[in-house]
């Protein structure tokens, strides 16, 4: 039979099925107009939105971004996924999650189908039991002493011991789909099936009628009566049902389908063997890249292995449907690997038609790596030799590279704020401003990398150094800002560090000539691949994934933009500061003259800016003196709304709104002011809502200043000066890649120091340990040599 038939022909489980009245899952039309709404639904704990699912079946997706389209969905559950690993039983809280991640995409309208394997390992679990039971039974009635002789299970049969699972197993996803007020209904189907017309019509249309119903069909191959696998007998194209990849892949085509997903217990397809010291796993599979691609055994349980689950992926692509093979069974991913890839995420191997016309960013990750060590075996006059002519080329094509600024402007133009497009915007001033920059960079690029720092004679013959060396591969992500892209390429080229780029979509022309041009440069000595520019749809969160690749990933841009890539970031460090919440303390000390010019300047210049004042501390003592009042007017003519702390609004009769949280980076004209009694109670108000970015004091005091400067724990801390000095090119750094507020490595504006590490040189005559031991014949010396100075004229 086609299917097991119950109640008029398919059994749903679950609720009795009232699908329009009492099912949750909602008819069609209700359906797009609650998506209309994006209702957000809770009774999970992962929330969803429900979102219109619109696509005409036909070739498959291109991209992984464009999984998120897919409306008719085939999950397909390995032996290896669904079973424990004793092979005996199923992995119950494995089942829950999966269960519940396909509720999830169900409920968002989408139609779900599951092809699952365990039929035979919950049989085997049952049947074992049975033997068992039976025979400590027979053996204790025949036993004159009453003792159990060790008993031998013997080899079960696995279509008996499919037959006594499917019922458990089918039960087992009634009780778990009910859970969410989902139904669930049963097919088992056999390759004959597929090979009979009158039967191939039936089965379409009574999975067609089901997924009408918004249940779930879960289908498995009738293991009971399978005839055993036959090899190399798919005909004309036509893939046959051996095992559960290539009933997934078959139902997926008949059905239309738009996304197979298939998880095993690998992370993927990888080029070789998993396991084996250079395998890696391929993100994105093409057809005809299987010559390139050895394949190991099979899985420890079920019927195929990698090589059949990528020969079903490929019949089913080429029959119009996208492929996505994962692994279900880490405990890491597991929970969520179904809705990641169907949110398009890099999870596990996406087969797709067509193929990109540059590299993946996993092979611009390894050019940049090859590319940064050749650069950081050039002299150093070489690599600096590189920077002027870049800083060259910058005002040579100035005016195509203010053509290409230009499209990105007029593209830009109403979809960005005010302040972004003025990030975006470059100039001639602008690009001479940049020039001057690198040839700084460039001359002080002689002393950086290979410098020594330390050096020590261990004993005698064995002298060890200390020498500063690249960083390796930096992962620097900008948005809206073109002249990042030379900035930072001149801090890697002279540090040696090889460089991956990824900038926002709407700086693409400007940042694509810009490259262009860096390149160019690096040319000169041979070292072009040592900068790439990351092209493809690479989300930010799959860039942070690649450990493997990346030493240091620096975020420039928006404080959302750093905490996100903070957050995202897998075992990869990350340098920069989530906020820049700088503070300004006047001084009851403080020059009249002085104070409203700070102010202007460290508010008003570029209120965007990460070092713009966010937050003003005034001292009591000069609360309603005309000190307070000329702030107070020079504010209001610069149109800065002011929000009062509640310090500062206690001593007025009206006051300003008064501050929602005293930890706030506004970004904008407008100012947190709040009073304090003296300068220690400051520095603990800095200290309590900063975020030891940049903090100023205002005084004649030079006492005070010097108390202020040596206590205030922030990244700079000045005295008399504006906050918008915290920058690499004003601290004379010619640029900056960012600003640190960590504690570890480089705070501050990082400039060229910051993307140096050392390691330890140790050149010896056949030392070995053992010769300083108590009865050795050397003695540890550990003196201190005189370090070499370079020339660096």
């Not at 409306?71 to 519940?100: N, P």
């Not at 390139?292 to 349980?301: A, I, M, N, P």
Request: hydrophobic residues 40%; neutral net charge; aromatic residues 4%.
């Amino acid at each position: 039979m086609l299917s097991q038939v119950y109640r008029s022909g398919v059994q749903p489980f679950g609720r009795r099925l009232l699908p329009w009245v009492q099912s949750p899952g909602l008819s069609r039309s209700h359906r797009v107009q609650t998506s209309a709404t994006r209702h957000v639904r809770s009774w999970s704990n992962i929330p969803f939105i429900t979102v219109p699912l619109s696509r005409t079946h036909g070739k498959s997706f291109a991209h992984r971004s464009e999984l998120k389209h897919a409306k008719r969905i085939v999950v397909k559950l390995g032996s290896a996924v669904v079973t424990r690993g004793d092979e005996c039983g199923l992995a119950l809280g494995r089942l829950a999650s999966i269960v519940e991640q396909v509720s999830v995409l169900q409920n968002q309208g989408r139609e779900m189908m599951l092809v699952t394997s365990g039929a035979v390992a919950f049989g085997k679990q049952r049947l074992r039991h049975e033997i068992l039971l039976s025979q400590s039974v027979r053996q204790a009635l025949h036993s004159g002493q009453n003792q159990l002789k060790e008993m031998a299970i013997p080899v079960l049969e696995a279509r008996a011991c499919a037959a006594a699972g499917q019922s458990g197993l089918m039960a087992l996803y009634e009780a778990m789909f009910t859970q969410y007020s989902i139904c669930a209904a049963q097919i088992l189907v056999t390759n004959l099936d597929f090979h009979d017309e009158q039967k191939r019509r039936n089965l379409n249309g009574t999975l067609h009628e089901l997924l009408r119903m918004n249940i779930v069909p879960i289908i498995n191959t009738n293991d009971a009566v399978v005839p055993p696998a036959e090899p190399n007998s798919d005909l004309q194209g036509v893939i046959s049902v051996k095992d559960n990849d290539s009933l997934a892949a078959r139902l997926a085509v008949e059905m239309k389908t738009d996304l197979l997903i298939v998880l095993s217990d690998v992370e993927g397809l990888f080029d070789s063997p998993p396991g084996s010291d250079d395998a890696k796993l391929i993100d994105i599979f093409y057809p005809g890249d299987q010559q390139s691609v050895t394949f190991g055994t099979k899985s420890r349980v079920g019927m195929g292995g990698m090589e059949a689950k990528v020969k079903a992926a490929l019949w089913a692509l080429q029959g119009g449907t996208s492929v996505v093979i994962a692994n279900g069974t880490h405990p890491k991913v597991s929970g969520h690997v179904i809705t990641d890839i169907v949110e398009g995420k890099k999870v596990g191997t996406f087969f797709s038609e067509v193929k990109p016309a540059g590299p993946t960013v996993e092979q611009q990750g390894e050019m940049a790596r090859s590319g940064g060590r050749m650069l950081a075996t050039l002299e150093p006059e070489q690599r600096a030799e590189i920077i002027y002519h870049l800083a060259g080329l910058l005002t040579d094509q100035r005016d195509e590279i203010l053509l290409a600024n230009k499209k990105d402007l007029e593209e830009a133009e109403g979809r960005l704020a005010a302040p972004l497009l003025k990030r975006l915007s470059l100039s001639t001033s602008k690009l001479n401003s940049l020039a001057i920059g690198l040839r700084q960079i460039a001359a002080s690029s002689q002393d950086s990398v290979g410098r020594v720092l330390r050096r020590t004679r261990v004993a005698k013959n064995l002298e060890l150094e200390q020498v500063t060396v690249p960083i390796g591969v930096l992962l620097v992500i900008f948005e809206s800002r073109p002249d990042c892209l030379p900035q930072v390429a001149a801090l890697a080229i002279a540090s040696g560090n090889g460089l991956l780029l990824k900038g926002g979509k709407e700086a693409a022309h400007s940042n694509r000539i810009l490259h262009l041009l860096t390149q160019e440069a690096l040319s000169i000595h041979g070292v072009k691949e040592a900068v790439q520019l990351v092209n493809t749809r690479e989300e930010v969160e799959d860039l942070c994934r690649l450990d493997k690749m990346i030493d240091l990933i620096i975020p420039r841009g928006s404080s959302q933009l750093v905490r996100d890539i903070q957050k995202a970031a897998k075992g990869i460090p990350v340098m920069g500061h989530s906020e820049g919440i700088c503070h300004m303390y006047v001084d009851s000390e403080a020059s009249v003259d002085k104070v409203t010019r700070l102010v202007r300047d460290s508010k008003c210049e570029y209120p965007a800016a990460c070092n713009a004042l966010e937050t003003l501390l005034i001292h009591r003592d000069l609360l309603r003196t005309p000190l307070f009042d000329q702030i107070i007017d020079m504010l209001r003519v610069e149109q800065v709304k002011i929000h009062a702390g509640p310090k500062f609004a206690s001593y007025l009769t009206f006051s300003p709104s008064e501050v929602k949280s005293l930890r706030t980076e506004y970004g904008d004209l407008e100012l947190c002011i709040e009073v304090v009694d003296s300068v220690q109670e400051a520095i603990d108000h800095i200290h309590k809502y900063g975020s030891s970015h940049t903090d100023v004091i205002v005084t004649e005091n030079e006492k005070t200043a010097e108390f202020f400067l040596q206590h205030v724990d922030s990244a700079c801390v000045f005295w008399n000066a504006s906050t918008r000095f915290s920058d690499g090119y004003r601290f004379g750094l010619g640029a900056e890649v960012g600003i640190s507020t960590s504690r570890i490595h480089a705070r501050g504006p990082v400039g060229l120091e910051g993307l140096l590490t050392t390691k330890w040189l140790l050149r010896g005559q056949d030392h070995v340990v053992s010769d300083f031991s108590e009865h050795g014949s050397l003695k540890y010396l550990h003196e201190n040599l005189p370090v070499p100075q370079r020339n660096t004229n």
